[in-house]
């Protein structure tokens, strides 16, 4: 990465960001001095963005005050915006179970509260990529991600949950209902409510703590969902065995 | 700072701690009227609106100053905190001991207001009171034992508290003062409000009272321990708070201009002039707005107590006051040890000056006066040390040591000229604050040169913790 000298008035909105990098780059205790050295950036801009990156928390002063490092804020950021990595025994664990039942299966991880593929089926890729990230209410994983939650705010917005199919639940209450049952079984399930003729089953791979960090998702039509069903255990099965490769 | 509940209070409470510090609608019913008469000194008042204006311009003045230095440090003592990392621990010393001065002169002069106003409800009432006393002493001490358990049992609660106290109070004065002047438009005449006397001495005097009425817009410096995000709502508080008050006092002042110069000589001397004024309308009105004034002195009391003892807590820690004042409740996670240890101080004074027999009106101006000086003083060596504190960080700029000395010359230019006016008309009051002021200079001294370990530990603050840290962890 090649720092340019940044006319400070030009792009105000970029200037906060590549001060945030230059953190991220030289480490805590990067004093203002450094950044505006970097950046060839006015000291009393600089201070000025600092002092409002402070105050949100994206950057933290160190206890002498003169040195900075990353708050606590820029973690919903980053943790979003990083693609999660898999790890090639992880992989295999999961192909192997894939060679011995004829269904879809991806591995779903939670970054941030909401949902991102970790794992996605070579022979049967997702249709709705974006319907699954964006709604998680209408699907197996991310019902299972929502019952993890304390506020659900962030993960549904406010306002009318989006009805994909006949069978979506649009009801928030009725949604809570599910997500206690779901907390209660440690399982979730969808038939219908994504795709019409389409369900699947989520099972969590929990973390060290016991939350869930991931969903290991089966999939197929509708009509088979008993079929799908009697492989839970197997499934069950293999996110013990994921836990310690993920995790 | 361990003990104290950290990064819970919304920025509401924070806002509602300046606000009731300052008292507006305590502030906006009695001071006009003690700048007025010039009750200081018997001269002819200096305009009111001036002198208003000019204390306003220089609050805002004072919280510019402030501002850089709360947007960088979580300071859980305010001012003290900021001078230690300015100017140093020695000079925080006097700092610290300038603004618990000023504070618990403050908080003192409060309960004597809640006392006086609670003994003139009784009177508009049409209670028979042989001696106001009976009743102010009780008044006083029951407010002291409610201040107490209200800041003991936590800061949210209080600040909630206080700030529906002040809310309703500046409706009701807001709402009386409308009507009165509905009822008596015809008489009135506003020349007044636009009318200088040109009387300088006067004037600086006048603008120290004034400033009386801003003084403790600064008090949440002392919440950067326990407010959420801090960086934000403590520069965001202390910089609205004179501005919004001071519209309030300048339109208050304008009105009780108006009403006061056409009011009979024993209106405008009385200890309780807008409460006078308005019994002649109606009682009732009377009665409600001296409910008003008292409720708000009644949070004025508590909330500069709750920055007092803050200070005194963070010295306690430190180790330059008694060490049990830095002991924290267990439960409430309050600077409890502290509130014990102030507030008999804070009652007992103005007990004594109800029991002594003293004018309430002539003691409240010797408090206020006494505790103008001491948050002056304050304000002037926290805003010298601004741009020293920049520098210390790395993060000094040509403005701040302009804005830094320009706030310092104008405060001192105020405190000089109110000084030296004082003395010419005899008053030796100001010799009470120089003694304190020399007496921190020992201590400070004393300290250095015995248990110079101690001294070198002040300045602590709300530091930079690991869970405020990025820590590379994944969010679920």
């Known amino acids: ?4 000298p940044v006319n400070a008035g030009s792009n105000t909105v970029s200037n906060p960001l590549r001060i945030l990098e230059v953190v991220a780059r030289f480490g805590t205790g990067t004093t203002a001095k450094e950044i505006t050295d970097t950046l060839q950036m006015a000291p009393a801009t600089a201070y000025r963005m600092l002092n409002a990156l402070v105050g949100d928390e994206y950057l933290v002063r160190t206890s002498d005050l003169r040195g900075f490092a990353l708050g606590h804020a820029i973690s919903g950021l980053i943790t979003a915006a990083t693609p999660p990595t898999v790890p090639t ?8 179970f894939r060679r011995g039942n004829r269904f879809t299966v991806h591995l779903f991880m939670f970054r941030n509260a909401s949902l991102r593929i970790a794992d996605e089926d070579p022979y049967y890729p997702l249709r709705s990529a974006y319907e699954m990230l964006r709604y998680p209410h209408a699907s197996a994983a991310g019902k299972l991600m929502l019952a993890e939650l304390d506020d659900l705010s962030a993960s549904l917005p406010g306002g009318q949950l989006a009805k994909l199919t006949a069978h979506t639940i649009t009801n928030r209450a009725k949604l809570e209902e599910q997500l206690e049952e779901i907390r209660f079984n440690g399982e979730a399930s969808e038939v219908n409510e994504m795709e019409q003729g389409s369900s699947s089953l989520a099972l969590p791979v929990r973390m060290p703590n016991g ?13 088979r969902f008993a079929a799908i069903y009697e492989h839970a255990d197997a499934a069950r099965e293999l996110t013990v065995q994921l836990a310690p490769l993920l995790f | 700072m361990e003990g104290l509940r950290r990064r819970k209070l919304s920025f509401l409470p924070v806002f509602a701690q300046a606000v009731a510090a300052v008292a507006p609608a305590g502030a906006m019913t009695v001071i006009p009227a003690l700048v007025f008469p010039s009750l200081v000194f018997g001269s002819t008042g200096p305009n009111l609106v001036l002198t208003f204006g000019l204390a306003m311009a220089i609050m ?17 003592s305010g001012l003290y905190s900021y001078t230690a990392k300015g100017l140093g621990p020695r000079t925080a010393i006097t700092v610290g001991w300038s603004a618990i001065f000023g504070y618990a002169l403050v908080a003192m002069a409060s309960l004597l207001v809640v006392g006086t106003y609670v003994a003139q409800l009784f009177i508009n009432l049409g209670v028979p009171l042989a001696d106001p006393r009976v009743v102010m002493v009780p008044v006083v001490l029951l407010a002291a034992g409610a201040a107490c358990l209200l800041m003991v049992r936590g800061i949210q609660i209080s600040a909630w508290f206080t700030l529906l106290i002040e809310s309703i109070s500046i409706a009701v004065i807001t709402v009386l003062m409308i009507v009165y002047f509905a009822f008596n438009a015809p008489k009135v005449s506003f020349t007044s409000v636009f009318t200088w006397s040109g009387n300088f001495d006067s004037l600086w005097i006048g603008i120290v009272v004034a400033v009386s009425a801003f003084v403790g817009f600064e008090s949440p410096t002392t919440l950067g321990g326990e ?14 708070t004179p501005i919004v008050t001071g519209v309030l006092y300048l339109l208050s002042a304008s009105a009780q201009d108006v009403a006061l110069t056409g009011a009979p000589l024993s209106i405008a001397a009385s200890s309780t002039p807008l409460s006078d004024l308005f019994a002649h309308t109606s009682p009732v009105f009377a009665s409600v707005l001296d409910l008003g004034i008292a409720a708000s002195w ?6 500069s107590v709750n920055a007092l003892v803050r200070i005194f807590f963070c010295m306690g820690r430190e180790g330059v006051a008694p060490r049990v004042v830095g002991r924290t409740h267990p439960v409430f996670r309050t600077p409890s040890m502290a509130i014990l240890f102030v507030m008999p101080v804070v009652t007992i004074v103005p007990v004594v000056v109800i029991i002594s027999g003293a004018s309430p009106a002539q003691g409240l101006v010797t408090l206020f006066l006494l505790g103008s000086f001491g948050y002056l003083g304050a304000y002037i060596i926290a805003s010298a040390s601004m741009p020293f504190f920049l520098r210390r960080i790395g993060e ?12 310092t010359l104008a405060l001192g230019a105020v405190l000089w000229e109110a000084t030296a006016e004082s003395i010419r008309a005899g008053s030796m009051q100001i010799f009470a604050y120089a003694a304190l002021l020399l007496a921190s200079v020992i201590y400070a001294l004393i300290l250095r040169l015995r248990l110079p370990g101690r001294l070198s530990s002040v300045g602590i603050y709300d530091e930079t913790r690991e869970s405020d840290l990025y820590q590379g962890k994944t969010l679920p």
């Open chain 1, 1 to 4: 990465m090649t720092y340019r």
């Open chain 1, 89 to 96: 025994a992880a992989r295999a664990v999961i192909e192997e």
């Open chain 2, 227 to 240: 407010a959420y995000k801090p960086f934000v709502s403590v520069p965001r508080a202390i910089m609205w």
């Open chain 2, 298 to 303: 009644f949070a004025c009391s508590i909330a």
């Open chain 2, 396 to 407: 000094a700029t040509f403005g701040s040591w302009v804005l830094g000395a320009a706030t």
């Open chain 1, 211 to 223: 939350s869930v960090g991931a969903a290991l998702c089966l999939s197929g039509p509708s009509e």
């Open chain 2, 60 to 76: 805002v003045l004072v919280s510019l100053t402030l501002r850089p230095m709360a947007k960088r440090m979580a300071a859980v």
